[in-house]
Structure formats: structure tokens, C-alpha cells
């Protein structure tokens, strides 16, 4: 679990994504290539349903 910054849980990453992943305080990951989010649109807690939006064309 990632977990904010009064340790809260945020989201859950992936066993094979844990070893270089990258969060914001990262200052440097040795070896391979780090997994990345962005977290421009990021929302957990309640505002987690603004994640999906029904869009058809």
C-alpha cells in the first residue's frame, strides 16, 4: 500500500511494480526502469468514484 502523508492508505500497487516505484519524495531509483503515476487527477477517499466518467461517442 501507498500511503499519504498521515498514513493513510491511498492504493495498493502490484508485488512486480513495488520494487522501482517511483512516488513523489523519490530522489533516485537504482537500476531498471521506475513505474510512474501521475498524480495530476489522482482522487482516493470518497472522491474516488470522479475516477470513471461514462463517455460514448
Not at 530522489?27 to 521506475?34: A, M, Q, S
Not at 487527477?41 to 460514448?56: D, E, I, L, P
Request: hydrophobic residues 35%.
Amino acid at each position: 500500500w501507498v500511503l499519504s502523508t498521515s498514513n493513510e492508505l491511498m492504493f495498493w500497487v502490484p508485488p512486480d511494480n513495488r520494487v522501482a516505484f517511483y512516488l513523489p519524495r523519490t530522489t533516485l531509483i537504482i537500476g531498471g526502469e521506475p513505474t510512474q503515476c501521475s498524480y495530476e487527477h489522482f482522487v482516493h477517499g470518497n472522491n474516488w468514484v470522479k475516477c470513471y466518467s461514462h463517455y460514448v461517442e
